[in-house]
């Protein structure tokens, strides 16, 4: 670390001890904030990218089917497509409503408390 | 030369002065930003981390500047123009990818790390190996991805400017590395981000411009454009199907699954990306800023669409080869048709968009030396070589000389690379990312008892796998869009790795950890862990 230039203004308290982060680790509730972002995030992974890899697959494998047109010259190859783009911009709004209204209060109520009374 | 390149040159380089006015225009602007940058660069923070004030917009709109790279701008419309709906495949891959950044690695990372990747990998273990480990595999990263990016420029804009010679593609090649060098040690992160800001603006709204003008073409009914593509392009239906690049073989098809896992779990590994998310000061901001690049990302390659179907609908697919084998001028010659071919206005946009994708050559290019020379200076330097004692002025001092090193050797590797295919380096750089970078950021983060050992299992495990892969790939050698067309050493039939080298990585590191004998330190997991979900001393 830095010892000849100034302290910066927003240095801030200094860490808390690693018996503090274990105790928290432990506490019932970090443990909700903990299951709370895992039970939704992992899952919803795992289901864009199967969502994304079943994509790749029918692509490659099922030619007829994405060829069939549907209005026009639009196939079902180029609306599963767009398909992608929706689906990752509605999982993106969808993740940040959910951490916004479930995970940011707790980590805040956490780390409030870490920082402020050691 | 062969005909084709002297076809391109002689039609470009009519209007090669005002090409050369617009980008000397960019240059001269972002030098103003660099100085402007560097006077309020004073330390560490400032310099790796941009002084970590950026908000959540202005990140977002640097994380695509940074992100959208010419293969991406040039690339994917070229591809969707030569192959129809196989280049559209390529953007998905790109797209989707970012929802593994945000709501895995982003925030956490922005929660628990300081100024590297190294920082949040070797939190918990020992120190030395780890970041030896981490910026090890950041470099190499990042030096593939500049190679690329740094003949691409030298072939991209010698087509551009019409400039045929040796000489001059060397020259351009030197230009662009001069140019990076000084952004990155006079600007740093600020200087950076801000010139990552400018060319995400210039090119958003130069890829607007070009795709209201083609829909406006066909009075926005998407389907008569799409039509029009099929039949000019001389293939008819299968021209909106996939399969016309990807289709061809079992090979290709299997190719094409390990190319999309690649890219998909590539994006959230890569240091230049990952670095971005310390440039502002909160996890909130960190996802604000994933969520506008999201937005701004999928924007932008819906409109590669109507660029890259519209020129295959406008330009007879004949010149667009003739002009560049890959398509790569595609998205130039648009313009040059758009605005008329013997018109005035036909020449002005085609320089502005060539200007465009100089732009994008040079921010990405800078955010990649930043990138491997913060690793160099902070992971390696500070903490392996001077084992925590240097000083924050030491440090950046390293962090300036390790750029002026970077950028000499790309330059030297970008000039004699520059008559090389060196196109599928960037889908390595996501490969290694994938395979080395993400396993051992995720298990670090989230699996209690990964280990020092799995730790390095995973990151030179992913990291040997994928380069030794390619290395007998048909990119390397044994074919004749291979680096080295003349030999053939090439054993492993598909051009990317990642069907195989992401599982080796993901395996190794929890092998490497459950024949561990050293007990993970529980004490730094509780630490890692708390602060990587709760932001608690993030700074």
Redesign the interface.
């Given at each position: 670390?830095?010892?000849?230039?100034p302290p910066?203004s927003?240095?801030?308290t200094p860490?808390?001890s690693?018996?503090e982060?274990?105790q928290?680790?432990e506490s019932a509730e970090?443990g909700e904030?903990?299951s709370s972002?895992?039970s939704f995030?992992f899952p919803?992974?795992v289901g864009?990218?199967v969502w994304?890899?079943l994509?790749?697959?029918l692509?490659?494998?099922a030619?007829d089917f994405?060829?069939t047109k549907l209005?026009?010259?639009?196939?079902v190859?180029?609306v599963l497509?767009?398909g992608?783009?929706l689906t990752?911009?509605l999982?993106?709004?969808w993740?940040?409503r959910h951490?916004a209204a479930k995970?940011?209060p707790k980590?805040?109520a956490?780390?409030s408390r870490?920082?402020g009374g050691a | 030369m062969s005909p084709a390149i002297t076809l391109a040159a002689g039609e470009a380089s009519e209007h090669r002065p005002l090409i050369i006015t617009l980008f000397a225009v960019f240059v001269a602007a972002t030098l103003v930003i660099t100085v402007w940058a560097g006077r309020q660069t004073k330390d560490a923070s400032d310099f790796y981390a941009g002084g970590r004030q950026f908000t959540g917009f202005q990140n977002g709109l640097a994380v695509s500047g940074d992100y959208m790279s010419a293969a991406s701008f040039l690339g994917i419309a070229g591809a969707i123009a030569l192959f129809g709906y196989d280049g559209f495949l390529y953007s998905i891959g790109f797209l989707v990818a970012w929802l593994v950044a945000l709501l895995l690695v982003a925030e956490p990372l922005r929660n628990s790390g300081r100024y590297t990747m190294g920082d949040v990998l070797a939190y918990r273990m020992r120190q030395r190996p780890v970041r030896t480990a981490a910026g090890t595999s950041t470099i190499v990263v990042s030096i593939f991805y500049l190679l690329a990016q740094m003949a691409g420029a030298g072939v991209l804009v010698s087509l551009l400017l019409g400039i045929t010679s040796d000489g001059g593609k060397i020259g351009i090649v030197a230009l662009v590395g001069v140019l990076m060098i000084v952004y990155v040690t006079i600007g740093g992160m600020k200087g950076t981000t801000w010139v990552q800001m400018v060319k995400a603006v210039l090119l958003i709204v130069g890829a607007l411009l070009l795709t209201f003008l083609v829909l406006l073409k066909f009075n926005f009914n998407i389907s008569d454009l799409l039509g029009k593509a099929a039949d000019n392009s001389g293939k008819g239906a299968p021209f909106l199907e996939p399969g016309l690049k990807y289709g061809a073989t079992s090979t290709t098809k299997l190719d094409f699954i390990s190319l999309g896992m690649a890219l998909v779990l590539g994006t959230a590994g890569l240091p230049h990306i990952l670095i971005r998310f310390y440039t502002v000061p909160t996890a909130k901001t960190a996802r604000k800023s994933v969520n506008w690049a999201i937005g701004l990302i999928g924007t932008f390659y819906l409109m590669t669409l109507a660029l890259g179907f519209g020129a295959a609908a406008l330009i007879k697919p004949d010149e667009i080869i003739a002009s560049n084998k890959a398509g790569n001028t595609a998205a130039p010659l648009l313009a040059l048709h758009l605005g008329g071919v013997d018109s005035n206005w036909g020449a002005i946009l085609l320089a502005s968009i060539s200007a465009v994708a100089f732009a994008t050559i040079l921010a990405v290019v800078a955010g990649l030396t930043l990138a491997s020379s913060s690793s160099f200076a902070h992971d390696i330097y500070a903490n392996v070589i001077k084992k925590g004692q240097a000083s924050e002025k030491q440090e950046m001092k390293a962090a300036r000389y390790a750029t002026v090193g970077i950028g000499a050797v790309s330059i030297l590797l970008g000039a004699l690379a520059r008559d090389l295919n060196v196109a599928g380096l960037v889908a390595l750089a996501f490969a290694v990312a994938a395979s080395a970078n993400l396993p051992t950021i995720l298990y670090s983060l989230f699996w209690k008892r990964f280990t020092t050992q799995g730790a390095l299992w995973s990151i030179y495990g992913g990291l040997v796998t994928a380069v030794g892969l390619v290395l007998f790939s048909p990119v390397v050698s044994g074919k004749p869009t291979s680096m080295f067309p003349d030999v053939d050493f090439h054993w492993f039939a598909l051009e990317n790795p990642g069907l195989i080298s992401i599982p080796v990585g993901f395996l190794l590191g929890w092998l490497g950890t459950i024949l561990s004998k050293e007990e993970p330190d529980a004490g730094k997991y509780a630490e890692l862990e708390v602060r990587s979900l709760t932001g608690t001393g993030a700074h």
């Open positions: 670390m830095a010892t000849d230039a910066p927003k240095a801030g860490l808390p690693t018996e982060f274990v928290v680790q970090f904030l903990r972002y895992r995030a919803l992974t864009f990218i994304y890899l994509y790749v697959l692509s490659n494998y030619g994405m060829g209005f026009g010259n639009i196939n190859a180029l497509g767009l992608q783009f990752t911009f999982i993106a709004w993740y940040s951490a995970l940011d980590a805040e956490i780390k870490m920082e | -």
